[in-house]
């Protein structure tokens, strides 16, 4: 799958995943996701879990717990079955 050139311009993301964004009270807790994490300076994109030894719980990225608002189920990776289904 190429990506087309447009998409390297996108400032919004909804603009790329419409309506996939869900508010973070839905989020499975027993699964990797994906979340948009917000900072001082803005946002973005991070694989997620969920902590619950961690203080009363928390959204964990990299060892550092993280303020999310939105997630998104990992899509599967390219060239999966899932991705062969549409293919001649």
Same mark, same amino acid.
């Given at each position: 799958?190429?990506?087309?050139?447009?998409?390297?311009?996108?400032?919004?993301?909804?603009?790329?995943?419409?309506?996939?964004?869900?508010?973070?009270?839905?989020?499975?807790?027993?699964?990797?996701?994906? %979340?948009?994490?917000?900072?001082?300076?803005?946002?973005?994109?991070?694989?997620?879990?969920?902590? =619950?030894?961690?203080?009363?719980?928390?959204?964990?990225?990299?060892?550092?717990?993280?303020?999310?608002?939105?997630?998104?189920?990992?899509?599967?990776?390219?060239? =999966?079955?899932?991705?062969?289904?549409?293919? %001649?």
């Amino acid at each position: 799958m190429k990506i087309r050139p447009e998409l390297w311009e996108v400032r919004n993301m909804t603009e790329v995943f419409g309506t996939i964004w869900r508010p973070v009270e839905t989020a499975p807790k027993d699964a990797r996701i994906l %979340a948009w994490c917000i900072f001082p300076a803005g946002g973005e994109v991070r694989f997620v879990t969920w902590r =619950s030894d961690y203080y009363n719980g928390a959204w964990m990225a990299y060892g550092c717990p993280q303020e999310v608002t939105h997630w998104m189920p990992v899509p599967p990776p390219p060239n =999966s079955p899932a991705d062969r289904k549409g293919e %001649a």
